[in-house]
């Protein structure tokens, strides 16, 4: 049994480091996708400089240090796994220190999987683990120290230093060696002075913190560390995990005598694994967030321009949200398949075409892709410029940035369009990039070559307007009268009008595509054509004048019969009709 | 034994001197291409020290040259010049106008290249020693991070005085200033707590100039030199957002009107009623506090005619005994049969000019990349477009020294989107000269930031309240009522 334990022991760190790893790597991978674009490192010592201007500051460096790997999520995946191990070895350490036991081996998981948990919402930061590390780390160092009077002055002298690095987290090392002092033996008056004088030195260092840095809330200064996306919110899973990293050590000082006996040490570690794993496992279920992820997994896929991913994982779950939708619509679009295929997929309207604009960063940094792709270059600089003025922790985008830096590019605002290169030349995996657009910068024949840059100038604009959200009709049609080859307004035009059910209009627009020269009339249009016909004429399948295929028109005469004659046509149709056109028509809201 | 250490020490010390100079230098007619650009600018004697880089270089050695002193200084691809130093340097110009010589030796791709010397102009004439400004990100709909800072002009010393994040992230306007004094200033918070923030020497007032008969709350204002009056435009703002290359962001109002507030006893005299509907905005009280100088344009649709949308100049007398309006309104500048739209007005303190930007059209000029300024002389009647001021982005919302020898104002002219306070020389014949940017402990943070430096206004000393007084008055104080006339 013990020799089971003791093996238990040894492979445990490692089989949670190999499941956070996957979670992250197949389950969550576009989590870290998603934090890497919200953020930007830069490799400067002014970046360093800042960062560390405020409290918990140096955490916040590293961890935007390793959240730039996440572009990478398999990278980002093994980083959490060994941050979160990190956490698992420290905790123990710390209780070995305090009382060596193997029975209790496994609560001291407790804390690296509540934080696991907390990294199941996209808002918890991995600056947050360094902050938690670090307290750990001058607590682990504490115990090392035999001198009772040099240990009393380490903890004092620990405490503005941590608080500096770490912001809040100093909080549990602190009373975490108060409390370690108060269960030695030794005069209650030098322990009565030394938690007199680490209350006054915590309190002396918030208030300091408050005075030299007078533009942060108070509670803000206390945290320090920028845990949470939001700043000015502070969940208590911070306060718990804090309170996790003193109390699970701690526990090891009131660990029960018969748990710690031999015969009950491998029974009571192997029971608390396998509670732990069960518990643990089941908390880390219910936490995981997939329709998120899905949104996500469908915004990186339009960003790295991989419209094929986007589409084959459409194909195997079809996707409801309006943002995934909008993904997955822009790549059909960009594929030659949404006039075809687009309500193969459940659409949701046109707020799944493009969105309306909202102060978000998720919003506006998707809509800003399908602006862009669109030709509408300023709308898409507007979004992408939102969208980072929009995250809550006041942090840069990369995404953003290098978006600016495209769409004054093609704009000719080249000024401005260097600032932000010279920005993301001093970043790690953006600089590549940085250096190949500096070498368009004014070539003007360079940009109008270039394959993407090239055909957007073509795309955009040519006369001024002032756009307008509530006739997103309006502005797809002035951009298609200006350039009639524009086949993505053209079809977004007409997708506006599907989705909207405005058939009039879609009548209206539908000649303007003359220019485009299908192969054959896409298949939603033949849909709406026969359907309109049908309105009007008593026998549209023999006498609609559009080029409608003879398998739509079979499947119109189906999906009329079933229509007209059905109890339920709605739940008789799904099954084989509800990707046409005309079930979108009748049942979709 | 020790000979040998010697002789070493002194080789070392010879290989490092024959380092220190650069060989092979060639020589450029042209002047150095430094960022900022302090090439042949007037600088008043308080200023502090012109830190610049040159952005392409590898190493850098400079030699600044006044009739008594001389500076070297080296460096990588900037230079920092030491504050003792400068301050030695610019105070013999102190009493008469003086110039230094900047002379910059550049190396790049291994080569070392000496440029044409340039001049940096000394005026006895003082600056105002510190600068407000917002520091806001060039955004559009969305804000998130707003500052209003405080800047010792004649130091590198930058002060936070308010910050959205202690005020519930509320939306707050730039701060401006009365008599360029640091006892008298205003700006508006927004939110719940908001209201008009009224410094008299350091006791704050909030108070919520707004009433059912106005439009809006107040926007954009100006404080009587007695300090008992502001003079304000209540203003419906709408953004617009354009479409084509280089345009970015209209804002425009759909209705706007003048209001006078007795901030004595909050009592608010709206603009005489015998005048048509109009745009009126963009007020500014004369410096001797009897005339009223504001923006007025005919009240057409917008935004569908905002193209044709033309302000003039025009003026209107005050009465500050009585706190009223005149009846009579004279046109002073009629940019409208220019083809031109005016904003932003601002008297010199010594009442000599009144300086002023220019559009093609609309009232937002900060968007508009045509926006120039022009100097009115108030005596004659004569205005100029500054050519030596004005760039080719927007160059506009000034302020005034209290000395009326020096304005700041906030140009775009790096890169069209990210405005920097620029300070710009007025000799006695009225005659402006080449304008410098704020300059920087590190020239390298204009680079670096992404925030603007909006509305730049001077002042004679440090303002009384912080960041915390701001959070206090914004939480805990109850906002005054004003009442109509």
Redesign the interface.
């Known amino acids: 049994m013990n020799k089971t334990y003791n093996y238990i022991q040894k492979i445990l760190p490692f089989l949670f480091g190999l499941a956070v790893f996957l979670f992250f790597g197949t389950i969550y991978p576009h989590h870290l996708h998603y934090h890497e674009q919200f953020q930007l490192f830069l490799t400067t010592p002014d970046y360093f400089l800042d960062m560390i201007s405020k409290p918990g500051g140096f955490a916040d460096y590293l961890g935007t240090f390793v959240t730039q790997f996440f572009l990478f999520s398999w990278l980002g995946a093994g980083i959490i796994a060994i941050l979160l191990m990190s956490l698992q070895w420290f905790i123990h350490s710390i209780g070995k220190k305090i009382r060596p036991t193997g029975a209790w081996f496994a609560i001291s998981f407790i804390p690296p999987v509540f934080y696991w948990i907390l990294l199941c919402n996209e808002n918890f930061l991995a600056s947050g683990i360094f902050s938690v590390l670090l307290g750990l780390v001058f607590w682990l160092n504490y115990f090392y120290i035999r001198n009772t009077p040099a240990r009393m002055t380490f903890i004092l002298i620990c405490i503005p230093i941590l608080y500096w690095l770490a912001g809040g987290a100093v909080l549990f090392f602190a009373l975490g060696c108060v409390f370690i002092e108060w269960s030695k033996k030794g005069f209650a008056a030098r322990k009565i002075m030394l938690t007199v004088a680490v209350t006054v030195i915590l309190a002396g260092c918030f208030l300091m913190a408050k005075t030299i840095l007078p533009q942060y809330p108070f509670a803000r200064l206390v945290i320090g560390t920028d845990y949470f996306r939001f700043p000015v919110l502070y969940p208590s899973g911070i306060w718990v995990m804090w309170l996790m990293c003193l109390l699970i050590p701690l526990s090891f000082l009131v660990l029960p005598s018969d748990f710690r006996k031999q015969k009950n040490e491998a029974l009571t570690g192997i029971l608390l694994s396998l509670a732990l794993v069960v518990l643990g496992g089941y908390m880390i279920a219910i936490n995981t967030q997939k329709n998120k992820e899905d949104i996500m997994a469908y915004d990186h896929f339009v960003r790295m321009q991989q419209w094929d991913k986007a589409i084959k994982r459409a194909d195997r779950e079809s996707p409801s949200s309006p943002l995934s939708v909008a993904c997955l619509n822009l790549s059909l679009c960009k594929s030659g398949m949404m006039s075809d295929n687009m309500f193969r997929y459940y659409q949701n309207g046109p707020e799944g075409l493009i969105p309306t604009f909202a102060r978000d960063f998720t919003i506006s940094m998707i809509t800003g892709e399908i602006y862009y792709h669109l030709g509408f270059i300023n709308t898409s600089q507007r979004f992408a410029f939102e969208s980072m003025e929009s995250l809550p922790n006041y942090w840069k985008s990369a995404r953003s940035v290098k978006r600016l830096a495209e769409t004054n590019l093609i704009n000719g605002q080249y000024k401005v369009a260097r600032k932000y290169l010279i920005i993301l030349q001093k970043t790690l995996f953006y600089k590549k990039w940085a250096n190949y657009v500096t070498s368009f910068l004014e070539d003007e024949e360079a940009i109008n070559k270039h394959p993407e840059w090239g055909t957007l100038r073509k795309y955009r604009s040519k006369t001024d307007f002032l756009d307008s959200e509530k006739e997103k009709d309006m502005m797809l049609g002035i951009l298609l009268q200006q350039n009639f080859t524009h086949y993505m307004a053209y079809e977004y035009l007409l997708a506006y009008c599907l989705l909207t059910k405005d058939l009039d209009r879609f009548m209206q627009y539908y000649p303007l595509g003359m220019e485009l020269r299908y192969q054959h009339l896409p298949v939603s249009y033949q849909e709406a054509l026969i359907y309109i016909w049908s309105l009007s004429h008593e026998d549209p399948v023999r006498t609609v004048p559009y080029p409608v295929s003879d398998r739509v028109k079979q499947e119109l005469v189906a999906y009329q019969n079933i229509y007209l004659n059905s109890s339920n046509p709605e739940e008789v149709l799904k099954k084989n009709h509800s990707g046409t056109y005309w079930y979108y028509l009748h049942f979709r809201k | 034994m020790k000979a040998p250490v010697y002789i070493g020490i002194l080789c070392v010390l010879a290989v490092m001197t024959s380092c220190s100079q650069p060989h092979g230098v060639t020589e450029n007619k042209q002047f150095p291409p430094i960022y900022p650009d302090y090439k042949e600018v007037t600088i008043p004697v308080n200023i502090a020290p012109l830190n610049f880089m040159v952005r392409r270089a590898e190493k850098l050695q400079v030699t600044i040259t006044s009739e008594s002193t001389t500076i070297k200084l080296k460096g990588s691809n900037r230079i920092r010049i030491p504050m003792g130093k400068w301050r030695k340097m610019l105070q013999a110009a102190s009493v008469r106008p003086g110039r230094i010589r900047v002379e910059v030796t550049v190396k790049e791709n291994g080569l070392w290249t000496r440029y044409a010397p340039f001049n940096i102009y000394l005026t006895p004439e003082t600056i105002d020693p510190y600068l407000s400004y917002r520091l806001i990100?060039p955004?559009?709909?969305?804000?998130?991070?707003l500052?209003l800072a405080e800047r010792n002009v004649e130091t590198f010393r930058e002060r936070?005085i308010a910050?959205n994040?202690?005020t519930d992230?509320s939306c707050m306007n730039c701060h401006t200033y009365g008599n360029q004094d640091p006892g008298l200033s205003f700006f508006h918070l927004r939110g719940q707590g908001g209201g008009t923030v009224l410094n008299r020497n350091g006791e704050l007032r909030k108070i919520n100039i707004n009433n059912p008969e106005m439009i809006s709350p107040v926007v954009y204002g100006n404080i009587h030199p007695s300090g008992d009056y502001g003079v304000f435009s209540s203003n419906i703002v709408l953004p617009?957002?354009?479409?084509?290359?280089?345009?970015?962001l209209?804002v425009y109002d759909s209705e706007s009107d003048l209001v006078i507030v007795d901030f004595r006893d909050n009592t608010v005299n709206p603009f005489p009623e015998d005048f048509p509907r109009e745009f009126r905005t963009f007020p500014v009280f004369s410096a001797d506090g009897n005339t009223v100088f504001y923006c007025n344009a005919q009240h057409i649709s917008v935004?569908d005619s905002?193209y044709h949308l033309r302000y003039d100049l025009l003026k209107i007398s005050f009465d500050p005994a009585s706190g009223s309006w005149g009846s009579k309104v004279d046109t002073v500048v009629k940019a409208s049969s220019m083809g031109l739209s005016v904003c932003h007005p601002k008297t010199s303190p010594d009442g000599k000019y009144l300086l002023f930007t220019m559009a093609d059209y609309g009232t937002f000029p900060i968007w508009h990349q045509e926006t120039d300024m022009w100097l009115l002389h108030l005596d004659t009647g004569e205005i100029n477009k500054l050519e030596s001021v004005n760039s080719t982005y927007s160059d506009t919302y000034h302020s005034w020294s209290s000395n009326s020898k020096w304005f700041v104002f906030a140009s775009k002219r790096?890169?069209?989107?990210?405005g920097k306070p620029y300070f710009c020389y007025i000799d006695g014949d009225g005659n402006a000269s080449k304008p410098f940017v704020l300059p920087q402990k590190?020239p390298?943070i204009y680079?670096?930031t992404?925030k603007s430096y909006n509305i730049p206004e001077l002042s004679k000393g440090k303002l009384p309240f912080?960041?915390?007084d701001i959070e206090r008055i914004y939480k805990k104080t109850p906002a005054e009522n004003v009442s109509m006339k």
């Open positions: 990100e955004g559009y709909e969305v804000w998130k991070s500052q936070i910050d994040s202690l992230n617009g957002f354009h479409t084509q290359k280089g345009e970015r209209e935004p905002i790096d890169d069209g989107i990210y590190d390298h680079d670096n992404l912080g960041a915390t």
